[in-house]
């Protein structure tokens, strides 16, 4: 199981960023700046003001990625996925859902706040804007190295038929009570594919050996890891 | 590719405990929708639902334990080295909510990983757990995830476990949304209104060939997802995403749509999912559209849990020949006329299709084969 990692886009508490510009590790702990429309995207975007935090770092993070490919622009809608893997998900969302919902006995709930609730929903609002129709699921599990969203991500383009693979994780600031000292909040995505993309150069190929990742001959440990090997700086 | 068998299963819904019930509560027409007592439904659009009555609240837990006792003791023991799959929309928002409400500290439970943990612990096995979130499609995504990892010979048995809890934070947010039929849903009935929410556990041991025992329920012989990159929380009136995934389920399978004996359909009785359902049946099958179902009329939608159970449904109408009328469907739309009704049909082949769309624009198909072929 083999894919070119071709972009790399991020928003962290390193700031909004994609590889081929890079110039330091993109995943650290910190302070995470939730990104406005503009930081994102140079034109209008009536969806964006709606959606959650949650959402606002996992579609800037893939819309990076996928500038960073020379991918972003699309005629045709193309067979590419989307794997995240998140410790926390949606949970600010809920509590925000929570309070409207509380507040008068279910009277005030937010309908729109509800249909964030589901940490999927940013899948489908990358998926509208970028023309994604591959398989699209938010994985949560104990996930030390982040790297679960990956594996599945080259399994998923060994045994179907996709073209490529957004493979990342996503995770707001959880609530103090139940933050962890490994906490990298923000988001990042790799863009996995078959081949290489014209005009850019790809970082390099990944492989899946058993449970091993293999980035360009040398065994990966962590994301950390393959992300600096990938942007050639310290990890 | 090895063959992916259902081998075990356990379910306990509205209609009542394990799958043999299921089956015979289906065929007889019955429904476990009714007025919500759990809650204050007064502020809501609706007060259905198809909820389990007696599930137990042990003290500053979840209605899930319970929920996992009654699916885990039908199961019984499996091998400790099957891998674990989840399949949960909301966990155990029970908990979360009742936090909120009582101003406490947000609980740890409000995470996946301990319920994994559980999950795992209960069914003695060594892998912690994944679980999948694709919102209405979570256990499609993750049986068809089970058994990939067994075609591909990564795993000898999958444990799918997938379940959701009828909670106000979830029903609030449909009424919220007018998704909610204030009557009994109807699916595929030209009269419906919307959808009614249910509760529901169930898990489904996949295995290879080895590992399947003697008696397994039905093959998963294909399965497929794919997005529709239309809306969120719409799905696509062409139905392209669903049509994507099922050509990518049948392929799968080896099988042309002819060969397709029914269709057990997400049918949640909204407007739009069910007209974008027929929309795209009628674009794979055409005239040849083969009799097709939906239970979320007697069993509500029971969102991460629905395609495990519909899988299971699956299994007995293959062995069986049949499948079980759509309670509510008196009035079907034009398209699915003459293939969809509240009567029992009878159906001849091999294989059936079974589907689910959910918020995020995911949609998702398999293709079981009977077992016995």
């Known amino acids: ?235 | 590719m090895k063959k992916v068998l259902i081998s075990k299963v356990g379910c306990e819904t509205a209609l009542g405990s394990g799958p043999e019930k299921l089956w015979l509560e289906l065929l007889a027409g019955r429904s476990g929708i009714k007025p919500l007592t759990r809650f204050s439904c007064e502020n809501y659009v609706s007060n259905l639902a198809a909820g389990i009555d007696d599930l137990a609240i042990p003290a500053g837990s979840s209605r899930h334990d319970d929920l996992l006792d009654r699916v885990a003791d039908q199961v019984g023991p499996i091998p400790a080295d099957s891998r674990l799959l989840v399949a949960s929309t909301k966990g155990e928002i029970d908990r979360l909510q009742t936090a909120c409400r009582h101003d406490e500290p947000v609980p740890a439970s409000a995470l996946f990983e301990p319920l994994l943990a559980k999950i795992s612990r209960r069914f003695d096995l060594i892998d912690h757990g994944t679980n999948i979130n694709a919102a209405c499609a979570s256990s499609t995504i993750a049986i068809a995830r089970g058994a990939a990892m067994i075609a591909h010979g990564q795993a000898e048995s999958v444990l799918v476990y997938a379940a959701d809890l009828l909670s106000e934070f979830v029903f609030s947010g449909f009424s919220a949304l007018q998704a909610l039929s204030p009557t009994p849903a109807r699916p595929f009935d030209a009269q419906r209104q919307g959808l009614n929410l249910g509760e529901a556990g169930a898990a489904l041991l996949l295995t290879n060939e080895k590992r399947a025992g003697d008696s397994p329920l039905a093959q998963v012989a294909g399965w497929g997802a794919a997005n529709d990159a239309h809306h969120v929380t719409a799905p696509a009136r062409d139905g392209s995403g669903l049509i994507l995934a099922c050509r990518e389920a049948m392929q799968r399978a080896g099988i042309d749509p002819d060969q397709v004996a029914a269709i057990n359909a997400h049918g949640t009785g909204t407007p739009y999912n069910d007209a974008m359902e027929l929309t795209a049946f009628d674009s794979l099958f055409g005239k040849k559209m083969p009799p097709l179902h939906g239970v979320k009329g007697s069993l509500g939608h029971t969102l991460g849990a629905a395609a495990a159970l519909e899988t299971i449904v699956g299994g007995f109408a293959l062995t069986a020949k049949k499948i079980p009328g759509t309670v509510g469907c008196t009035d079907p739309e034009e398209v699915g006329m003459g293939r969809i009704g509240t009567a029992t049909q009878s159906i001849d082949g091999d294989y059936l299709l079974t589907t689910n769309s959910g918020f995020g624009g995911i949609n998702g198909a398999l293709v079981l084969q009977g077992a016995a072929s």
């Open chain 1, 1 to 235: 199981m083999k894919a070119l990692i071709n972009g790399i886009g991020w928003i962290t508490p390193a700031g909004f960023g994609q590889g081929h510009a890079a110039n330091g590790q993109p995943l650290l702990a910190g302070e995470l700046e939730i990104p406005t429309r503009k930081q994102i995207f140079a034109g209008i975007d009536r969806r964006f003001g709606r959606l959650d935090d949650f959402s606002r770092i996992g579609l800037g993070a893939a819309t990076f990625c996928l500038r960073d490919a020379g991918a972003e622009e699309w005629s045709e809608k193309r067979r590419v996925g989307i794997v995240a893997a998140s410790r926390y998900g949606c949970l600010r969302t809920d509590l925000d859902y929570l309070e409207t919902m509380l507040s008068e006995q279910g009277k005030l709930a937010s309908p729109n706040i509800f249909a964030y609730t589901l940490p999927n929903c940013f899948l489908g609002e990358a998926a509208l804007r970028f023309g994604l129709t591959g398989n699209s699921m938010i994985i949560n599990r104990h996930d030390p190295d982040r790297v679960t969203a990956i594996r599945i991500a080259l399994e998923e383009l060994s045994w179907t038929d996709q073209a490529g693979i957004l493979a990342g994780i996503v995770d707001l600031t959880p609530p103090p009570e139940l933050a962890a000292d490994d906490d990298l909040p923000g988001s990042l995505f790799l863009l996995l594919e078959r081949g290489p993309r014209p005009r850019i150069e790809p970082y390099g190929e990944l492989v899946l050996q058993g449970d091993q990742l293999i980035f360009n001959g040398k065994e990966m440990s962590d994301l950390k890891e393959l992300v600096a090997s990938c942007l050639r700086i310290e990890s």
